[in-house]
Each structure stands twice: as C-alpha cells, then as structure tokens.
C-alpha cells in the first residue's frame, strides 16, 4: 500500500531532550516537507527537500533540523525541545517537485513538550 | 511572501444543502497551484480539488467545485448537497509554480475553517 508513515504518532517529552520524528515514503517521490499544524495558524512549511540531498527552509525552520540521506526517510530532528514546539506534525511527499499536482500527507505526530 | 487567509474560522450548513468557504491570498506571481484540502477528525489531510492558476475554467469534482477570481484573488469552494462526512476542518493551500523563485518549493496553508454538517 502507499503511504507515508511517520512514527512515533504520539509523543511525550521533556524540555532539552533530543528528539526525532521519522518519515518515511514507498511511492519513490521526490519531494518530501514537513508542516506544523497549530490552532488559529493552519499548516505551516518547517522545511522541504526536492530531491535527496536537498534541503531548504519553510516558513518556521527555528529550532529543527532535516536531513534527506535517502530518497524514501525524512526525519525531523529536534536537537532541544521547547514548550513552543508542541504541536500536531505532518510529514508529506509529492512525486515531483517541480509538479507539485497533490501532496500525501502521513498519519501526524501530536508532540507535547513539558 | 505569499500569504493565504480563510476569513471563517468555522461554518455550519444543514444537511442536502450548500455551502461556500472563503479563500483569499496574496501572490505577485502569475503561475501557481491552488488547493482545498479536508482534515476530518482522524486528522488525515485529504485532497479535496486542485485549480491552476492558468486555467480560467473553475475546476469541479462531484460535489464540490470552486470559483476562482484570480484577479480578486479569491479562491472559494462551494460544496453542494452537504453530507455529514462533510464535516471536517477545510484548508485552503497555495503553491507557487515558478521554478526561478525562492519560495519553489513551499507551500502556503490558510488557517483553515471548520465546518459542521447538521442532520
């Protein structure tokens, strides 16, 4: 089945405590993003990647990190946690970056920050 | 920078009936994507209808079809015929098709607007 899995769905962590939430696709796309989801703010870009390697900011890059090292995993990275970052996660993937027709969207990751 | 603003933080319609929810944005771009996304409450974010920014024909698919005022900026979609799995938070998205500019490859979500299906 094709999809685009995120793990852990729902996490529980402390302030400082490095974290990673991992993504990973099987249709073989290209792209792949990474979107916060607060209430009252919609979706939010954190970052994207066209192709493996390639890696760019979103709209609200502070205090995550990205690696693309394969085409298939996307982690996000979360070296200190904050209060702030608590929020729903949502890992995506496209075929193409550059025709970007419709994006699949994983399950969501609901992270609490104590 | 692009920004997207759904104005209707919630919606409500009776069931068989017709709704409309809003949509404008802000580009200085010519060429791009726009999108209606539905997140019901498995939280699953499920394409509802693209539209591209050079085709001057609304785009449609069964139920719910949009109108597009690219001069007005505005991007509304129109659901007919409302049904209780309706109900979900509805998400306008942006996405610039301009291979030369800094914002390729993001894309812009709207705050989205919950909508209640009544029986």
């Known amino acids: 089945e094709a999809q685009v899995t995120q793990n852990p769905r729902y996490l529980i962590t402390v302030t400082g405590k490095k974290l990673t939430v991992t993504c990973s696709q099987n249709?073989?796309?290209?792209?792949m993003s990474w979107y916060r989801q607060d209430p009252g703010l919609g979706l939010r870009q954190i970052y994207y990647?066209?192709?493996?390697?390639?890696?760019d900011k979103g709209d609200v890059p502070e205090g995550y990190k990205v690696s693309r090292k394969e085409k298939r995993n996307f982690p996000l990275i979360l070296e200190s946690p904050s209060p702030n970052q608590t929020s729903l996660y949502f890992c995506?993937?496209?075929?193409?970056?550059?025709?970007?027709?419709?994006?699949?969207f994983g399950e969501g990751s609901r992270l609490t920050v104590l | 920078a692009q920004t997207v603003t759904q104005s209707q933080p919630e919606m409500s319609v009776q069931e068989a009936e017709t709704v409309t929810l809003s949509c404008t944005y802000d580009?200085?771009?010519?060429?791009?994507?726009l999108f209606w996304y539905k997140q019901p409450p498995s939280r699953q974010m499920i394409l509802v209808i693209r539209?591209?920014?050079?085709?001057?024909q609304n785009a449609t698919e069964n139920r719910f079809s949009v109108n597009f005022q690219k001069a007005a900026k505005s991007f509304s979609l129109k659901i007919s015929d409302s049904q209780l799995g309706d109900a979900a938070m509805y998400f306008c998205?942006?996405?610039?098709?301009?291979?030369?500019?800094?914002?390729?490859?993001?894309?812009?979500f709207g705050q989205g607007t919950i909508l209640t299906v009544h029986p």
């Open positions: 539209q591209e920014a050079y085709k001057q």
């Open positions: 580009t200085s771009e010519s060429d791009y994507y």
């Open positions: 990647s066209m192709n493996v390697e390639v890696t």
């Open positions: 995506a993937s496209s075929p193409s970056g550059t025709y970007i027709r419709e994006l699949f």
């Open positions: 998205a942006y996405r610039s098709r301009n291979a030369g500019g800094t914002s390729y490859g993001k894309l812009t």
């Open positions: 249709m073989n796309h290209e792209y």
